[in-house]
């Protein structure tokens, strides 16, 4: 499978920012479409395939959109701020770890089910890198741990709201929210489960059943409806997550290179010689949250104790877009 010519042209003559509009708006429609629920993870395993083309193209013959990425792509932490700052009378946000827009049909599908207005549903840039706490500082605070038990202080960019991070049951969530008028609650899963799932095996398709559970689940969509009751909610992610597990095995020399350099992860802090390879196979990053080395494209090699088969961090579409959808009821 290969982009048609005439999507090359388009995506190599724009504008990066029209450029990468054209990509994530791709990825989304090959990962919002309603899909069935008998065979999710076949499905899902096939749109990541899909979005795997895109992801190709980037890695082999635009990198350059790679650089620019964080000067072209909205990030969600901006979007997520000036959305804070519109003339709702109360709002909340539910930053869920880790989530992808492969998960989008769910939250689609769900809202309009169960009665939600859905306003919008699309993506935004997850910070460089794709960490968690690079997006909690994003936003204002010092780490995730810092929203846990409403101690998320006045100086952040969401004030004022009421905060919460935990990774109780949904039901134990919806007993926390109470009758102030913002809300931030941020809950650990999905990324909770992707990094149990992460050693060798089939790791996008355990989840995918675990998503399934917990995204089609009376008590999930109850806590929702507390958030969203009286409020305009967005629901979020920090970031998304790579199924590295259907990556490709770089070649030898760059298997070694990736290796020694970047061990079993996605990146590596600090200043780093990223390899004479053309395409590259990793891109040296600078952000506000520092200068990273990350591993580009849909690459996978043999590390000590194991690959993993889900992870975040590095250079991929999957890993670097954030879900954002806006609904009210």
Not at 126 to 133: D, F, I, L
Not at 213 to 239: C, K, M, N, P, Y
Request: aromatic share 10%; glycine share 10%.
């Amino acid at each position: 499978m290969a982009l048609a010519i005439e999507q090359v042209r388009r995506l190599t003559t724009a504008t990066p920012s029209d450029a990468w509009r054209a990509v994530i708006d791709s990825a989304i429609a090959i990962c919002a479409e309603p899909l069935s629920l008998s065979n999710a993870p076949g499905e899902v395993t096939k749109r990541d395939r899909a979005v795997g083309v895109l992801d190709h193209f980037l890695s082999a013959s635009a990198w350059d959109l790679w650089e620019a990425f964080g000067d072209a792509v909205e990030r969600n932490s901006d979007r997520l701020a000036n959305w804070w700052t519109k003339p709702y009378s109360a709002k909340a946000v539910l930053i869920l770890d880790g989530l992808s827009i492969r998960e989008l049909p769910w939250l689609i599908e769900g809202a309009k089910e169960r009665g939600f207005t859905l306003h919008s549903a699309t993506a935004y840039g997850a910070e460089v890198p794709g960490e968690t706490n690079a997006f909690a500082r994003a936003l204002g605070f010092n780490s995730r741990s810092q929203v846990q038990n409403n101690g998320g202080g006045h100086s952040h960019r969401l004030a004022p709201c009421k905060t919460e991070c935990v990774d109780l049951p949904w039901a134990d969530c919806a007993g926390l929210i109470d009758a102030s008028p913002n809300w931030v609650f941020w809950h650990q899963w999905p990324d909770s489960k992707l990094h149990d799932g992460s050693g060798a095996g089939q790791g996008l398709g355990t989840l995918t059943r675990n998503v399934v559970e917990q995204l089609t689940s009376d008590d999930f969509w109850t806590f929702v409806e507390r958030l969203a009751t009286g409020r305009r909610l967005v629901i979020t992610s920090d970031h998304g997550y790579a199924a590295t597990g259907l990556f490709f095995d770089a070649a030898d020399e760059q298997a070694t290179f990736l290796k020694d350099v970047l061990k079993s992860g996605r990146l590596v802090q600090g200043e780093h010689n990223p390899g004479p390879f053309v395409p590259p196979v990793a891109l040296q990053a600078t952000s506000p949250h520092g200068n990273y080395l990350l591993a580009v494209g849909r690459w996978k090699w043999k590390s000590q104790g194991g690959y993993p088969t889900l992870a975040h961090g590095g250079l991929s579409l999957l890993e670097m877009l954030s879900p954002f959808v806006e609904i009210t009821k």
